[in-house]
């Protein structure tokens, strides 16, 4: 098996697996390793930085779109694929002489073909169970896997309403992590959005799986195992015990996004979800916030969304807040410009690298930080600024 994420993400993925008890091998885009068909359904119940997890089905040396579908019509596609569930083909080339994606996709379908007796269905838009199938050639080597359900992993099921710029769920989910947010930890998120950090740090407080709201992987196959999957939901216990998890944002309809949000992935009880800048963040006023927790942020980057006013005060801002919390907190902030997050004057570091939305970002975090020892009048300024 082979499960993706985005770039940058492969030691949260591994740590993962390793959580789960897999033997897995890093590899650039995810991490490869081997299992039945129970594990392949716990890592997507319980994987929360893959994007996608993927079945290996076949491998061979391949220089010729004869030779692909002669070799393809010899696999036992039956043992794999359901004939009434569409086949959605997706072919890749690199450094191959079998380089037309359009070419190797039609071989493949009348391989998939002579083994039902019948042109498979092939997927369409708006379809909701489609059967992934990916073929891709490196250096004269196809590589045939079936993905483990329909949709991407990080489309978790519980965010309907992204409003502007939403935070992919992996990202937030790898950022959280990044952060060292771990039991007993508080968590804000002053720039919350549609909810998609705090809701990712409250199932990981609760000790959620982030598939709990999908439809069962391999559902599409014929190696669809529903008793197993119903097994292992069953077996989720979730934690009651979670310290404090506040979010805020300035935009109203945000907020509001973010308690449905929340309400549909179960954790709205959790989070205290409020309308606030972050000037008037009430855990960022002195001696508001509890004593020990953690800053995870996906401040504006100033691209997608465009403000009136530029970023450099906003940021000044974030730092000098920060330094109210108190010496028990840490921070992790996702940002696009590098430059601009060390303009909080935090001490951070990076610690992955990966894409958003076409933007290359990174999560910088920092260790506890120090109360701050400003003069008033500078502090009065700061947060004018923001």
């Not at 890592?43 to 994007?51: N, R, V």
């Not at 992987?217 to 999957?229: G, L």
Request: charged residues 25%; glycine residues 8%.
């Amino acid at each position: 098996m082979f499960a993706a994420c985005q770039p940058g993400l492969e030691p949260f993925l591994l740590a993962e697996l390793e959580s789960l008890g897999v033997s897995a091998d890093e590899v650039p885009g995810g991490a490869t390793f081997a299992g039945d068909a129970e594990l392949l359904l716990r890592a997507c119940l319980w994987l929360g930085t893959a994007t996608h997890v993927r079945i290996r089905l076949a491998r061979f040396r391949c220089r010729a779109l004869g030779e692909l579908e002669r070799k393809a019509s010899e696999f036992c596609w039956e043992e794999w694929l359901n004939p009434r569930v569409p086949l959605a083909l997706n072919a890749a080339a690199k450094r191959s002489r079998v380089y037309h994606t359009g070419a190797i996709r039609e071989r493949v379908h009348n391989a998939v073909g002579r083994a039902f007796g019948r042109p498979p269905l092939l997927a369409k838009d708006g379809d909701e169970v489609t059967a992934p199938l990916h073929i891709r050639f490196v250096d004269d080597t196809c590589t045939v896997s079936l993905d483990a359900t329909s949709t991407p992993l990080h489309r978790r099921g519980y965010r309907l309403d992204g409003r502007k710029a939403p935070l992919r769920e992996d990202l937030a989910h790898a950022l959280v992590l990044a952060s060292g947010f771990e039991p007993g930890d508080a968590l804000l998120d002053p720039f919350c959005g549609s909810g998609t950090i705090p809701i990712e740090a409250a199932a990981i407080a609760r000790c959620l799986p982030p598939g709990r709201l999908r439809a069962p992987p391999m559902q599409h196959s014929a190696r669809f195992e529903p008793e197993t999957w119903q097994r292992l939901l069953a077996e989720v216990e979730p934690n009651g015990d979670v310290p404090p998890i506040a979010c805020s944002d300035r935009d109203e309809g945000a907020v509001k996004a973010c308690l449905a949000n929340a309400e549909r992935a179960g954790v709205a009880e959790t989070l205290q979800i409020e309308h606030h800048p972050v000037t008037a963040q009430p855990w960022l006023q002195s001696g508001a916030a509890p004593a020990r927790g953690v800053l995870v942020t996906n401040p504006p980057y100033g691209m997608r969304v465009k403000g009136k006013n530029p970023l450099l005060p906003l940021y000044q801002t974030i730092g000098h807040r920060m330094k109210k919390l108190g010496p028990g907190w840490r921070a992790a902030i996702l940002a696009h410009d590098v430059r601009l997050a060390r303009r909080t004057s935090l001490s951070l570091e990076a610690a992955f690298t990966t894409r958003h939305g076409g933007l290359s970002v990174t999560a910088m975090t920092s260790a506890a930080v120090q109360p701050t020892t400003e003069p008033a009048s500078r502090a009065t300024k700061d947060e004018r600024d923001g």
